[in-house]
């Protein structure tokens, strides 16, 4: 069974729009924690949030927000303000366990295109 | 400044000929991954070495070997590479504790490994 579901290949957002690119996940371990990566053209991945699974808040980081809801086990990225330079694939992954010696498991991604 | 970087960042090779990827960090981390992705697909984890206990993945195939000398170098070599080998190649790493869980992980710029 897929651990991390991006269900959305691609996504077109009108610049200075707000997008929500959606995650669900799936695990068993009550420890775990939720990244976003974006990974432009040039093909590094470039750490925009973190989220662990006993925060009681929703994580923030500049126009980035996760929107966790943990019931549901989705962890959904919403870009405020879309800018041409978002335009990028989105991977949402996990890491299980405490120790973090386990590695990142990766969604399949979401191609963002922001639009002028 | 590139605190992760892999070389080279273009990498051609011909169908059966030995081929090594490297990869260096100025992190001091003791965690270094190595990631397979295919063109639009997720990352796949290949292995990953927490120290120097090299941890290899079920169903990374014998023909990917890892080496890594010290902490802060880190060696993919493919024995025989074969069409489907053509992918990035990821390296990345993160500081791990006992019971970290928020450590991202740093990723380098990636190799694209093309086979002729």
């Known amino acids: 069974a897929q651990k991390i579901t991006q269900t959305q290949p691609g996504m077109f957002v009108q610049e200075k729009e707000a997008v929500t690119l959606d995650c669900t996940y799936d695990?068993?371990?009550?420890?775990?924690?939720l990244f976003w990566y974006k990974q432009p053209s040039s093909g590094e991945m470039i750490f925009l949030i973190y989220?662990?699974?006993?925060?009681?808040q929703n994580a923030t980081e500049g126009r980035y927000s996760l929107n966790f809801q943990k019931a549901r086990k989705s962890a959904n990225l919403v870009i405020s303000a879309s800018q041409l330079g978002d335009s990028a694939m989105y991977f949402c992954?996990?890491?299980?366990?405490?120790?973090?010696?386990?590695?990142?498991?990766f969604g399949s991604g979401t191609r963002l295109q922001v639009q002028p | 400044d590139a605190m992760v970087i892999q070389n080279p960042r273009y990498q051609v090779t011909q169908f059966g000929k030995p081929v090594t990827l490297s990869c260096s960090q100025t992190?001091?981390?003791?965690?270094m991954y190595w990631y397979q992705q295919k063109s639009s697909q997720a990352p796949k984890l290949l292995f990953h070495?927490?120290?120097?206990?090299?941890?290899n993945e079920a169903d990374t195939p014998d023909n990917f070997q890892s080496r890594r000398p010290n902490t802060s170098f880190c060696f993919l070599d493919i024995r025989s590479p074969g069409l489907g080998d053509a992918a990035m190649y990821l390296c990345?790493?993160?500081?791990?504790?006992?019971?970290?869980?928020?450590?991202?992980?740093?990723f380098g710029q990636g190799t694209r490994l093309t086979v002729v």
């Open positions: 992954a996990m890491r299980e366990g405490r120790g973090g010696r386990r590695a990142l498991t």
């Open positions: 695990t068993s371990d009550p420890s775990y924690g």
């Open positions: 992190l001091n981390h003791n965690v």
């Open positions: 070495y927490y120290d120097k206990d090299f941890n």
């Open positions: 989220q662990g699974s006993y925060d009681q």
């Open positions: 990345a790493t993160s500081s791990v504790g006992l019971v970290t869980m928020n450590t991202e992980a740093f």
